[in-house]
């Protein structure tokens, strides 16, 4: 029986999966965009039931284009968009509200309110972060991977693509 590792990317846009042999090829894949709503001015949503829906139909769809079963997934690794938010309902399982996606403004007063009271370095003891407002998602994303200091590496590979 072949194994593959399965890699499914949530990004901003769009959701996809790869399935992988074990010598790192490519042995299926599949993508699937999700909708985009911008409620008001500043505020940026997504719906998290299609982005589920999706994830379960992108799976298939690379198990289906590589000719495999989910018996033959050996490993499952996801990478999501990290600071987009949703609510669940633990008893129907359903969301209770639209993804807060991370390009949403909305808590930027918030984010000002709590600098003044304490200061940028607020968490930081607790966190390793600074309060910010809204971070774009490779400058967040530096954060996230702990690179505080100059050389220090990351590597997205998704929205923007990019390498520091």
């Not at 809204?134 to 590979?157: I, S, V």
Request: charged share 25%.
């Amino acid at each position: 029986m072949t194994r593959f590792v399965a890699a499914l990317d949530q990004g901003t846009t769009s959701t996809r999966c790869i399935l992988f042999d074990r010598w790192a090829r490519i042995c299926g894949r599949a993508e699937m965009e999700h909708r985009q709503f911008y409620p008001q001015p500043g505020w940026v949503e997504h719906d998290a039931a299609e982005i589920w829906r999706n994830a379960q139909a992108v799976l298939a769809g690379a198990l289906a284009d590589a000719g495999a079963t989910v018996d033959e997934v050996a490993a499952f690794g996801i990478a999501n968009q990290r600071e987009t938010v949703v609510l669940w309902d633990r008893n129907t399982g359903r969301p209770i509200a639209p993804a807060i996606v991370w390009q949403d403004t909305r808590t930027d007063g918030i984010c000002r309110e709590l600098a003044r009271d304490g200061g940028i370095d607020r968490f930081r003891g607790r966190t390793g972060l600074p309060v910010a407002g809204d971070l774009g998602d490779q400058q967040a994303a530096l954060f996230g991977h702990a690179c505080f200091e100059p050389g220090e590496a990351k590597n997205t590979y998704g929205t923007g693509a990019s390498c520091y």
